[in-house]
Each structure stands twice: as C-alpha cells, then as structure tokens.
C-alpha cells in the first residue's frame, strides 16, 4: 500500500494534527512515510513521536487564525524538508448554539459575535491564510495538493450547528474556486466531509451539552442518534477511514481529482 501510494519523502502540513481526526492522519502519512508537519495550538501526545522515524515528525506550535504563525509554518517545513507537497486544512472547532432561544432571554445557547467570530476565524480565516502561504510554494514549484477537512453539514445544515455548517460550506466554495484558480499550476484542491464519526477531542461535555439543548433532547439521547438509523452502514465512521481518504487524495493516484469534496458518511445525506 505505502508503495502503490509513493508518498514516501513527501512533506505534508497537517494542520490540527494532534487530536481526533488529524491525528488519525499524521499516523496514516507516517505509515506511508512521508515527512509530516504537524501545526497545532497543542503539541502531540508521545506516542505520535513514537510512530515516527528520525526526522519524520516536525511538530510547530500553531494558531491558523495569525499570519505570522502560520507563515512560520511553511518557513519551518522548508528548513527542514526544503519543500511543502501536500497541505491537509484540518484543524477546527465547533460550538453549537441557536439562532433563537426562544425558552429564555439572553441565553448562553443563543449565537452571540463572539462565538460567530471564533468559529469563523478557525474554520473559514484559518483555512485562507494555510492555503494562502502553502498555495505561493506549490504555486512557485508547479506541483501540491491542498485537502480540506469540510464536514456534510456544510452542505445539509445542521439544526442547532448553523455557525458551523456555514463556515463549512465556506469550504465547499474555497475548494470549488481555488481549484479554479490553482490547476493551470498543477495545484489539486480537494475536499472531504464526514458525517458521524467515532468520539473525537470536538465531542466534549459541553458541546454535547449545547448540542442536546439546540435540539431539545438530553444528552443520553443525543448519544443514541449519533449512530442512528439515517446511516445505511449503521455505524460510526472510524477515524482511519477518513484518514485513508486523505492520505489517497494526497497521492499522485487522485492525480486527476481536483474542485470537488468527497462526502465519507457511510451513506448518510440528511440529518
Ligand atoms: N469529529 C467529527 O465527527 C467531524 C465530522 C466532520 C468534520 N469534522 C472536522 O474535522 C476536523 C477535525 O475535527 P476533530 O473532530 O478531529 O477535532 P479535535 O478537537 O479532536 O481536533 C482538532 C485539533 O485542532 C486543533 N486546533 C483548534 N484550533 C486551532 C487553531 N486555532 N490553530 C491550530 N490548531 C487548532 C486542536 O488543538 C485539536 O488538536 C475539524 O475541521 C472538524 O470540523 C469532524
């Protein structure tokens, strides 16, 4: 597999690389040995360093939403490996809240500007400037991949989510224009959108909490849905089949694969 992919001595950013999803990620590209930067507010727990050989693993502490940290990435990654093939846009929150409360005034589950503004920032502005600086050296090489993590309620809406949705739909449209943009310099963007996944770093107690609340369910419930009967496959997706999907999309075997975002939902449309 590692060989049929030939991504060894590639150099991928993997943004939000120590926790859930782009965790998964990191240990996949590593397997198939390439050389990953890991950009994260949050360095990786050890036993990432341990998958990795000599070399293998540059960790730079991150935040995607400054310039000058995330041009530091790209100044680090060319230090160190001369060269950026692949940027995976991964790192994310979400915070779910209402449009309206209509239960009580100024209600902590309503959408303020605050939690607008921190989801667009990470979500939509983090994925501009990665793309952005990672873009100018693919662009100047005449060869890179750009995967950004979207999500299917980007494109579904996602009662109690609607912030989210948005900013995730925002990447429907990047990956859409950029690839536009970017093919006539052998630039691929790419996308893909998970639906319900095993339990990641995102699903904490509070956002289960807010979540339940958007949909006037308890948390208990909203537990039981998370593998419910809207999904054809009947179960949660695992962390490493979405990796798998990155790490085929960042190979030269999706080297006709550009613009579009590939739902990874195990069928699951609505909801
Ligand atoms: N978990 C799911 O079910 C699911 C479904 C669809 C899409 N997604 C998307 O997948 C991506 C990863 O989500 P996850 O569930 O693995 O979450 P997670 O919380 O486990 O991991 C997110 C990582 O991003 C990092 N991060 C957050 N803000 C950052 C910032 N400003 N700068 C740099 N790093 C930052 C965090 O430190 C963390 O390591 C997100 O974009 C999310 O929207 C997740």
Redesign the pocket.
Known sequence: MSEWLELEGRTVIV????????KAVVEALLENNANVVL????EPQQELYDKANDDQLLFVR????ERSSVENIVNEAKKKYGKIDVLVN?????IPRLLVDPKQDESQFELNDAIFEKMVN??QK?VFLCSQAAGREMVKAGKGVIVN????SGLEGSEGQSA?AAT?AAIYSFTRSWAKELGKYNVRVVGL?????EK????TPAYEEALAYTRGITVQQLRQGYTNKSIPLKRDGKLSEVADLVVFLSSDRASYITGTTYNIAGGKTRG
């Open positions: 943004t939000g690389g120590s926790s859930g999803i782009g950009a994260d507010l949050q991150t935040n995607v939403t991964n790192a994310g929150i979400n990470i979500n983090g993590m979207v999500s299917e989210y995730k959108a998970p639906g319900i996944l990641t770093g995102l699903r």
